[in-house]
């Protein structure tokens, strides 16, 4: 954090001042939100090496690269770190930095469950990948190697004896939990503290996705605890919920894992949608055609997520009602996705575009997920289905949606809110060079497995005979995936560059509308020395370019104290009087949720030694961590939130 300290203009200091304790012990959004992101972003790196690696593997027919045990666990290991790790946090990381400032608060509702919550997710990904770890140790079976999406009966001790699916499940559970604290403080947040005169219908695009979100984590996520508990009985306490000799039912695993998994789908494109809300107005000049459309479709879009999960089961013989029902909510799911497609294209129609790298990424968003929820559609005919299921077009399908949809939305959001989030630009020489090499070494990776799949090229298989003819597709699929790999280097070059000795922003360099760019960038600790008060969903254009409002109302963007106007930068005193500078009351930092979080995180080691070393070991280090999390908690709450 030093070498940000010093890049950083004088003005921008406060927020990134301090050494590793004030970062460990902070209750900031903001620093909370860049830890998130570059946690985030380091697990990204991970599950994007562990991609490579299965590429190269698959680059030629009866490769060598990895043996089969190898690959298995990279597979494993790719998609969940992708989908829980990556795409997921990177989401937290622009919710928590930039919610409380566009809905105009000065921190989220609960800043110490918000700590909690990172914490949280730093160790279960950090136990997680500990698996690797235990297996260089001399541990077989110690990385989880079933498939990210963990199928019974392969997860049964019968068919995964080691402790590799003892880490995924337990790794699920601590970061399930961190994601349930979030989404519980998010929608809290959103619901009570916004500024005065901000309705809901007021609110950024942005921080209406994030409400959904959260919403979906809230109902989602207790569904995969309750399968991932029946596991955990399965595996260390003798019951039968999955096992089929003894009366268990494995397609129970599949619903409940679906129920779970579709709408996860959702929480990680509908931040990607409202970043792209947020882009494609501001580089249009132009308000976003049907504000209220888009609003009411990406609900709609998180309402009908819950009743299409079975069409990930055409092929376990439901039975013709039952296909005929999910088919018919899959095909009804794409009607308020292509929606916000149309309102998307209708708002760049006729505006006056800058063609910057976050709006290149916003377009090429656009372009990528369609082509994703186009072959989706395919998906929803359980004819077309069972020929396509477990084959590559399947793969393809997926990064379509989640590369071509996710991380090409979280890449837009990265070039539109460093500068507020750093205070410097980010090259965009370097940007657009990042965004070309991207987009055509992602579709050189993910186009041809279409055709592979459509050649019977099956998924999860770790080689394949040169007499199939899959060894063309699929050298041109790793030679994308190099360049992918170059891509992202390409970023990294430039975050580092901006940082040392990127422009200085300014507090608006995109001349956007939404709140978060009447702060400074970075925003000072307290976010806004008064708390605004709005009349308009456009807040800045409608004080400083009223061409450009479609019905403007009267009042532009004020700040009012005890009857005066006073200016961003001000600060009031006690009685409401501007002048003194006094620095608003924020909460304390509190090393207490790292605590809880580790107490958390030790807990499940316990079990996982039962089988090996009995009950007293198993009972001694599970309460271990059980004292370490309930002396946190208790600490936490005894504690002073604010010094007064």
Known sequence: MTTITETLPAAHEPLYRGGVWSWITTVDHKRIGVLYGVTAFLFFLVGGLEALLMRIQLGSPENTFLDPVTYNELFTMHGTTMIFLAIMPLGAAAFNFMVPLQIGARDVAFPRLNAFSYWVFLFGA????????????????????????????????????????????????????????????????????????????????????????????????????????????????????????????????????WIFGHPEVYILILPAMGIVSEVIPTFSRKPLFGY???????????????????????????????????????????????????????TMWGGSIRFTTAMCFAIGFIAMFTMGGISGIMHSSPPADLQQTDTYFVVAHLHYVLFGGSILGLFAGFYYWWPKVTGRLLSERLGKLHFWTTMIAFNLTFFPQHFLGLNGMPRRIYTYSADLNFGFWNLVSTIGALMLGASVLIFMVNAILSLRRGAIAGDNPWDAATLEWSTSSPPPHYNFAVIPRVTSR???????????????????????????????????????ESGTHHVPHMPNPSKYPVIAALGLTIAPIGVMLKPEHGIPVFLAVTLTGVLIMAYGIYSWALEPLEDH
């Open 126 to 257: 950090l136990f997680l990948n500990a698996s690797f770890l235990v297996k260089a140790l001399g541990s077989a079976n110690a990385v989880p190697d079933a498939g990210w999406f963990g199928y019974a009966n392969l997860t049964s001790r019968q068919y995964s004896p080691g402790h590799g699916i003892d880490f995924w499940l337990f790794g699920l559970q601590i970061l399930g939990i961190a994601s349930l604290a979030a989404g519980f403080n998010f929608l809290v947040t959103i619901l009570n503290l916004r500024a005065p005169g901000m309705s809901l219908m007021r609110m950024p695009v942005f921080t209406w996705m994030t409400m959904v979100v959260s919403t979906l984590i809230v109902l989602a996520f207790p569904v995969i605890t309750v399968a991932l508990f029946l596991l955990m009985f399965d595996r260390f306490f003798g019951t039968n919920f999955y096992i089929p000799a003894h009366g268990g039912d494995p397609i129970l695993w599949q619903h409940l894992f």
């Open 292 to 346: 209220a459309v888009v609003v009411y479709s990406g609900i709609l879009i998180g309402v009908l997520g819950y009743g299409v999960w079975a069409h990930h089961m055409f092929s376990t013989g439901m039975g013709p009602i039952a296909d005929a029902v999910f088919s018919v909510t899959t095909m009804l799911i794409a009607i308020p996705t292509g929606v916000k497609i149309f309102n998307w294209l209708a």
């Open 538 to 576: 456009l807040p800045l254009w409608d004080r400083h370019h009223p061409e450009r409002m479609v019905d403007r109302p009267e009042d532009e963007l004020k700040v009012v104290v005890a009857g005066k106007t006073l200016a961003r930068t001000e600060v009031p005193d006690d009685d409401g």
